[in-house]
């Protein structure tokens, strides 16, 4: 079946702009996770949601960062006010539940590059 | 804390050599799952292995082979006779406990490159 989509797969803002990334998990799948991956920290936990729960923040760097998830399936992370520091590839994950076991399928990413 | 560390940041063989990734991790928990992710030059992350804390069988799938030492907290990766599509950045991560932090620890990653 189809795997985890992201889109725009390439992001190009000026500083001070706000972006919008979207993530569709694998149909079925209940939990959403997003992460970060840059040259200077690696991969890094964002954000992930578990059904109609709260999600869990804790890995979100600042609150010009946010996230929501619509109708337990698509979600969308914005970030307000770019900077620089936030050039990175962002990318989705879905499992078909939340807890270790359950193995996390990623997507190909959206690379953003803040100018 | 958990931690995963990939001390090999670059590894360059010839094709058909043998070549082992090493992982070793830190965490406080008794369960916990250890995963091997693929990152060829096209970007996604691919999921090769899973492993949780009370099974230390190696794995073979294939030229792949996986070998989890909870005495050394390794959880180390051997590609047999590598091929050129064997190339790619290949990530350790883990995940701790049954309930409670959902997210993946990942190591910097090891960039593999197999010559012809």
């Known amino acids: 079946g189809a795997g985890v989509s992201q889109s725009p797969s390439n992001k190009v803002t000026e500083k001070g702009k706000d972006v919008e990334l979207r993530c569709d998990p694998i149909s079925g799948h209940t939990a959403l996770y997003w992460y970060r991956q840059s040259l200077g920290q690696g991969l890094e936990f964002l954000i992930y949601f578990q059904g109609n729960s709260a999600p869990d923040k804790s890995g979100l760097p600042s609150d010009r960062f946010s996230a929501e998830r619509t109708g337990g399936s698509v979600s969308t992370l914005t970030i307000q006010r770019t900077q620089q520091e936030d050039s990175a590839v962002y990318l989705c994950?879905?499992?078909?539940?939340?807890?270790?076991?359950?193995?996390?399928?990623f997507g190909p990413g959206t690379r953003l590059t803040v100018l | 804390a958990q931690k995963v560390t990939q001390a090999q940041t670059e590894i360059s063989v010839v094709e058909k050599e043998d070549v082992t990734l090493d992982c070793v991790y830190e965490t406080r928990d008794t369960t916990y799952y250890l995963f091997w992710y693929k990152q060829p030059p096209s970007g996604e992350l691919v999921f090769l292995i899973r492993r949780n804390s009370f099974d230390e069988q190696n794995e073979i799938s294939g030229r792949y082979s996986w070998n989890f030492q909870k005495s050394t907290s390794s959880f180390n990766f051997t590609i047999t006779a590598s091929q050129v599509v064997d190339s790619a950045v290949y990530f350790c991560?883990?995940?701790?406990?049954?309930?409670?932090?959902?997210?993946?620890?990942f190591g910097q990653g090891t960039r593999l490159t197999i010559n012809p």
């Open positions: 991560a883990l995940s701790e406990g049954i309930q409670g932090a959902q997210k993946l620890v």
């Open positions: 994950a879905s499992s078909l539940a939340v807890g270790p076991k359950y193995t996390q399928y």
